[in-house]
């Protein structure tokens, strides 16, 4: 099964004309699922619906997001900030769509002009049609199938943006798997927190699984881990292994970060040019 998710600027029935409505919070999922060669093919797009009220659903699906759809209903400051939010996120293939309010216009050449100034130079527009619109996000799928295959090949991590109890169940933790592949049994350890835990059991899907891989949103229950282990942000991997007796050591996948050294690349329609003092 490979999973493309897809970060989504845009209107509710845009959507849904693409794909089937499923979890419905802060950030709404959408899904489609297709069978190529016998093997699923799923486009699972992520769409921030109380943006622009909050800031933090519409960061959570660019985090998860491989690829974008941006809708364009309006020049204003919220499309420039999506705009700059989806390039300083390296998103750097997606479908753009134009649909302006009944009896409406928007310069095409103009929105064609601001996302070239964003950097989404890659970009794709194209007619607000839901099946032709998957149908290029499953293009973007196969032209990036083999980034996802060694995505779910790679050390595990996995992003938390929900936790709760569960009665019967216990802690639970939902978020999608940015990289790698989780098992029921794993052994886990939580960050900040630097705690650890197992894995209980798996839901993706709403479905009992053994086994999640990179781009599923996923559902963990927890064992050993308590409520004050998560926090919305928090980041689950394997735990490091240092076994002297085999000789294997195997440090986190994730390191602290204390301190980040970078070179600030003007835009083209900066106005103010940043200085130290």
């Given at each position: 099964?490979?999973?493309?998710?897809?970060?989504?600027f845009?209107s509710?029935?845009?959507?849904?004309?693409?794909?089937?409505a499923?979890?419905?919070?802060?950030?709404?999922?959408?899904?489609?699922?297709?069978?190529?060669?016998?093997?699923?093919?799923i486009?699972?797009?992520?769409?921030?619906?109380?943006?622009p009220?909050?800031?933090?659903?519409?960061?959570?699906?660019?985090?998860?997001?491989?690829?974008?759809?941006?809708?364009?209903?309006?020049v204003?400051a919220?499309?420039?900030?999506?705009?700059?939010?989806?390039?300083?996120?390296?998103?750097d293939?997606?479908?753009?769509?134009?649909?302006?309010?009944?009896?409406?216009?928007?310069?095409?050449?103009?929105?064609?002009?601001?996302?070239?100034?964003a950097?989404?130079?890659?970009?794709?527009?194209?007619?607000?049609?839901?099946?032709?619109?998957?149908?290029?996000?499953?293009?973007?799928?196969?032209d990036?199938?083999?980034?996802?295959?060694d995505?779910?090949?790679?050390?595990?991590?996995?992003?938390?943006?929900?936790?709760?109890?569960?009665k019967?169940?216990?802690?639970?933790?939902?978020?999608y798997?940015?990289?790698?592949t989780?098992?029921?049994h794993?052994?886990?350890?939580?960050?900040?927190?630097k705690?650890?835990?197992?894995?209980?059991?798996?839901?993706?899907?709403?479905?009992?699984?053994?086994?999640?891989?990179?781009?599923?949103?996923?559902?963990i229950a927890i064992?050993?881990?308590?409520?004050?282990?998560?926090?919305?942000?928090?980041?689950?991997?394997?735990?490091?292994?240092?076994?002297k007796?085999?000789n294997?050591?195997?440090?986190?996948s994730?390191?602290?970060?204390?301190?980040?050294?970078l070179?600030?690349?003007?835009?083209?329609?900066?106005?103010?040019?940043?200085?130290?003092g």
């Amino acid at each position: 099964m490979t999973v493309l998710n897809v970060a989504m600027f845009g209107s509710e029935d845009l959507a849904k004309s693409i794909a089937k409505a499923t979890d419905q919070r802060d950030v709404h999922t959408y899904v489609h699922k297709e069978y190529h060669d016998g093997e699923a093919k799923i486009i699972s797009i992520i769409r921030p619906a109380r943006y622009p009220e909050r800031l933090r659903p519409l960061l959570n699906a660019i985090s998860a997001g491989r690829v974008g759809v941006i809708e364009v209903n309006s020049v204003d400051a919220i499309l420039g900030e999506v705009l700059v939010a989806f390039a300083s996120s390296s998103i750097d293939s997606g479908l753009a769509i134009i649909n302006p309010p009944n009896g409406e216009w928007i310069d095409e050449e103009i929105i064609k002009k601001m996302f070239h100034q964003a950097g989404l130079t890659k970009w794709k527009f194209v007619s607000n049609e839901g099946v032709e619109i998957r149908n290029q996000l499953y293009q973007m799928m196969e032209d990036i199938e083999q980034v996802l295959i060694d995505s779910a090949a790679s050390e595990l991590v996995v992003s938390i943006d929900q936790y709760f109890n569960v009665k019967g169940i216990g802690l639970v933790a939902i978020g999608y798997v940015q990289s790698g592949t989780i098992n029921v049994h794993d052994e886990l350890y939580i960050l900040p927190a630097k705690v650890g835990g197992n894995t209980k059991s798996l839901q993706v899907m709403d479905d009992d699984v053994k086994q999640a891989k990179s781009g599923d949103r996923v559902g963990i229950a927890i064992r050993g881990a308590k409520d004050d282990s998560l926090n919305n942000g928090s980041i689950i991997v394997k735990p490091a292994v240092d076994d002297k007796k085999t000789n294997t050591h195997i440090p986190l996948s994730v390191i602290e970060h204390k301190f980040s050294e970078l070179t600030i690349t003007p835009s083209q329609f900066q106005k103010r040019v940043l200085a130290e003092g």
